[in-house]
């Protein structure tokens, strides 16, 4: 395998800003996952479209127009969300027609945008990556993974009950806010990694890998986070050798390693079945601990 070409700069930034996006992504995404707002990642992705769309139109960094935008965005879902005014599914749907209708119209507006300036957000362009975007992606990655970890134990309390925490006095409402903030800034980092619509992908894909066989939200957690580092390094890694689109690639090592450990689990567990004897079941018998059932766990 001849790595040569991560002797250019552009490589080697677009290698450390998919390993620092790889680390914040499901560190946002386990309490998504946990909330049962997985798709939320691709609802805001659309938003971010008419925020790129601004910055086209304004002449300024897209980037930071579509962080505001977002946030904007994820702020009014969590808004529509907590006040029962319409379903979280009907929420969502309304910041995937609304973001990518406005993005389109927006960007149709902007003189000199070709298509292939709209499909490097649409599906990323890592290789594209500029100094002052690596250092973008590091201040608000490294902002959002602190944040994550930090609040650990609260955010879980949110994600398992929120009716509980509030019982408990734990701030839920600017907590639940932070997270949809924190969301909406990820997949706005992450555009420029996998694109705005495979972004969920990075969410979620290496929480569910590690839930199929870890016992506790911490090592889930930390775990994902190692695996969103050895997908998007491997991803990138292979796109440049084979000279394939980063992003896609990325999503598509988090799948495999997703298919390898779904297979791996269910070998194991065959083979206890098939080599362990088979224990008389006793009234005191006790069932596994249920994923994430105590907040303590959390800490």
Not at 72 to 97: M, P
Not at 263 to 272: D, F, N, Q, S
């Amino acid at each position: 395998m001849d790595l040569s070409i991560f002797g250019y700069d552009f490589m080697m930034r677009a290698l450390i800003g998919a390993l620092i996006i790889g680390v914040a992504a499901p560190s946002v995404g386990v309490f998504l996952v946990q909330k049962r707002m997985a798709l939320i990642g691709d609802g805001i992705g659309h938003v971010a479209l008419t925020g790129v769309a601004v910055g086209f139109l304004m002449g300024t960094s897209p980037v930071w127009t579509a962080v505001v935008v977002t946030i904007v965005g994820a702020v009014a879902i969590e808004l529509i969300r907590e006040r029962g005014k319409a379903s979280g599914d009907v929420a969502l749907a309304l910041l995937f027609y609304g973001g990518i209708a406005g993005g389109v119209v927006l960007i149709g507006m902007s003189a000199g945008k070709s298509n292939a300036t709209l499909m490097s957000y649409l599906f990323g362009s890592l290789v594209t990556t500029s100094a002052e975007d690596l250092r973008t992606i590091a201040i608000l990655g490294a902002l959002v993974t602190v944040l994550m970890v930090v609040l650990r134990p609260w955010l879980f309390a949110v994600s398992q009950d929120e009716e509980y925490a509030k019982v408990s006095g734990v701030p839920v409402r600017f907590l639940n806010m932070l997270l949809a903030v924190t969301t909406a800034v990820t997949v706005t980092v992450a555009m420029r990694a996998v694109g705005l619509l495979l972004i969920s992908a990075l969410l979620v894909v290496p929480v569910a890998t590690m839930q199929q066989f870890a016992r506790g939200f911490t090592v889930t957690m930390f775990g994902a986070m190692g695996l969103g580092v050895v997908a998007a390094g491997s991803g990138v890694v292979v796109a440049g050798v084979g000279d394939l689109p980063p992003g896609a690639m990325i999503v598509l090592m988090a799948l495999g390693l997703f298919v390898l450990v779904a297979v791996v689990t269910a070998v194991v567990k065959l083979a206890r079945r098939t080599l362990l004897p088979t224990r008389p079941a006793t009234v005191a018998a006790t069932a596994p601990e249920p994923l994430d059932c105590h907040l303590d766990k959390a800490a």
